[in-house]
């Protein structure tokens, strides 16, 4: 089992910056990913961001590369979503989740946490 918990949601302008964190704790890490996704109001789920645990690979979306960026500190087990030149079209509510490295699917799940842009 691993537990992720989402902070650092909030309401900024277009332009802004923000940085969400998840802060995962339960099994040993070094064998999963973590992930962020997204889901707009009317809209399906999307991928974001992830990384492996063991900081080497990261993957983003096409939507957001270039102006997001994911990292995580083992000494915290945290993972950071750093956000810049946020647009209005980011707006969404923010999942973290976590999966082992050899599965296909996340597994683990956060409750969210909300990000508005505003114009």
């Known amino acids: 089992q691993v537990q992720v918990v989402e902070s650092g949601g909030g309401l900024v302008q277009a332009g802004d910056s923000l940085r969400l964190s998840c802060a995962a704790s339960?099994?040993?890490?070094?064998?999963?990913?973590l992930g962020w996704f997204r889901r707009a109001p009317g809209k399906e789920r999307e991928f974001v961001a992830s990384i492996r645990w063991n900081g080497l690979t990261t993957y983003y979306a096409s939507s957001v590369k270039g102006r997001f960026t994911i990292s995580r500190d083992s000494a915290k087990n945290t993972v950071y979503l750093q956000m810049e030149s946020l647009k209005v079209e980011d707006t969404a509510t923010y999942y973290c989740a976590a999966r082992v490295v050899s599965g296909i699917s996340y597994g683990y799940w956060g409750q969210g946490t909300q990000v508005t842009v505003s114009s």
């Open positions: 339960g099994r040993t890490l070094s064998n999963y990913y």
